[in-house]
């Protein structure tokens, strides 16, 4: 009992400095702003999708975002959103797809996390099949920055405060792609292709 006591004792105080370090001011982090991203993106060319709406952007939280949908030439449409957080230090955090596509009326209907090859090796992204009516959605997610892709958001909520004691940023953002499930498409395929290709330009818009 002693001993389970010292260990709770110990967890304790090391939860109270990692939080007096995170409460640190916010090391200032250089970077293009995410409307720099090539309009195209090893054959998918990119058009602006609708702007989001203010209040949304302010539900968000997000101090940059892009909104495209890029086409493949051979017509495959791929919906992007990335939204980046300069500091999430003061309750302006990431929102999950996985809250946030449901409230849109969208249902899971499989989920599983993926493999992507980047110049910096295979990283690991969620990938979810969607459902609203009879219409199917590919959605690969992941969370990005301070040098990190993750899947995991509990995985990324840990990183984050260790980064912001550790490295005093807690910059990052969140980044979704989409495919519509058609026939004749491979939506998987589609997704991860375009997704691998995304990574290489993201590394310097959401270091």
Not at 18 to 46: H, K, M, N, Q
Not at 47 to 70: C, F, K, M
Not at 133 to 148: K, M, N, P, S
């Amino acid at each position: 009992m002693i001993a389970r006591a010292v260990v709770v004792l110990v967890l304790l105080a090391g939860a109270t400095l990692l939080g007096s370090r995170a409460a640190a001011i916010e090391t200032p982090v250089e970077r293009p702003s995410l409307a720099a991203l090539p309009y195209e993106i090893d054959g998918w060319r990119g058009i602006d999708g609708q702007p989001l709406a203010s209040d949304v952007v302010s539900v968000l939280g997000v101090d940059d975002y892009v909104h495209r949908t890029y086409v493949s030439a051979s017509g495959v449409p791929v919906n992007l959103y990335a939204g980046y957080y300069h500091s999430q230090r003061q309750g302006d955090t990431i929102h999950s797809p996985q809250n946030c596509l449901p409230g849109a009326g969208w249902q899971p209907v499989s989920s599983a996390t993926i493999a992507l090859r980047s110049r910096r090796g295979d990283v690991t992204v969620n990938q979810y099949v969607i459902q609203k009516g009879l219409d199917q959605q590919v959605v690969l997610y992941w969370y990005q920055g301070r040098g990190r892709v993750v899947a995991n958001e509990y995985k990324n909520k840990a990183l984050l405060m260790w980064d912001a004691a550790t490295l005093h940023r807690t910059n990052g953002g969140l980044v979704r792609v989409i495919v519509p499930i058609a026939q004749g498409i491979d939506a998987r395929q589609e997704a991860s292709a375009f997704a691998a290709a995304l990574l290489t330009h993201l590394e310097r818009l959401m270091p």
